[in-house]
């Protein structure tokens, strides 16, 4: 039944008239409106009128837990009650402090020490600012360059732009941007015919040390996303690579920043995706799921070798950034109720057998020739549809489809990708993989309809 017929209506109208959306053409607002949602549960959203929709990409990557996950809601709760907020800069709290041990701890005690922040961008600011500061009070004030990977995303702000390789988000902001340089992306779409996705590695690693071998004294840092480079449209690639770059840095005297902002907290299968190639950066940026899809919090784990380069009288030489929500309690807390469920549930190891679960759903994908470099690691699949099947639109085409199949999904440009929250079960890896094809079978077969010669649009 229809429980507030209209409804929906209404809240776009109203969103349109008010809100400018983020990563959206709001010319095309008319064509696709904002869903509108009133409440969420588990991996599930529902709209003002009661229809559900599956939330097939954890909202941008947050939701490990789904929504309104009630342990992480108890937790935030009682810290509501206690101390919503203060500030870090000469107040100190509980939730603050235990999130920095416990997330060192799960470094093996080798990132000492914890600089909190609210959204991805600015943890990838600070990494950056860090690195180069670092060199500063070391006197290297010449190591000022930054090099990132091709394809790669750290986000928007003006400092993560200039090592972020998108052209749909960087390119308008070209002449703004501090120069970096980009080495070939390890992406294992790129093997030539007899190469493995370890030769690919390796033939990025030697482009990163052609670079570090003739700019190293100007280097103060690499930035990579660990094993899979998210919004360039889930590049996945060998952890050789990271192996190789940790190594080059370490020879060269460059630092390690990993951006583990979309890959951390389990979504590769190992709590930081490093761990998959037994190295550790010199900073980790965390943010997205590690308050579980409830508050904005960002951090920047460094190594205490670092930290102690910022001590002196001279209060310049210490690292004066400074966010007003830096540290916030609540979203601690949130993060220390993510902590407690990877503990208490096991998480690591129930998605492993949760993953194979829906990799075998998604089986037919396999062999389907609509389709190309299906690929998968930890919780994230992904796979391109080819250009003779994916036509004009395709992202939005998709996106459109699955809403009426009940779910939510947003293809990046030919690339379908699933980053399901850490709630599914057989029964709904079932459903999910037989969604996703029928809205594949919808949006790629008219594509294909298209470009026949007997079609008016050929
Ligand atoms: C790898 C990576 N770094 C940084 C960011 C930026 O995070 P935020 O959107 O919270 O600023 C993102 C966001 O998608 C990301 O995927």
Redesign the pocket.
Known sequence: MNIAAGANQAWQRRSVHSIWHPCTQMQRAATVPPLPIASGKGPWLFDHEGRRYFDATSS??VNLFGHADARINAALKDQLDRLPHVMLAGCTHAPAVELAERLSALTGGVLGHCFFAS??????EIALKMSFHHWRNLGQVDKREFVCLRQG?????LG?LAVTDVAVFRDAYDPLLMRAHQVMSPDARQAALGETTIDVAARAATALQQLFESRHEHIAALIV?PLVQ??AGMAMYDAAYLSAARALCDRYGVHLIA?????GCGRTGSFFACEQAAVWPDFV?L??GISGGTL?L?LVLTRDHIYEVFLDHDVARGFLHSHSYSGNALACRAALAVLDRFEQDGVLLNNRQRAAELTAALAPLQEDGRIEHFRHKGMIWAFDVCEGYAGERFAERFHLAGRERELLIRPIARTVYLMPPYVLDDDLSVWLAQRLIDTLDAVARNAYADRTPESPTA
């Open positions: 941008w990557w959204d991805g961008a600015s943890a990838v995303y750290h986000g928007e702000t993560a996303e998210g919004a951006d583990e902002i979309a890959v940026c943010s997205k904005p960002s």
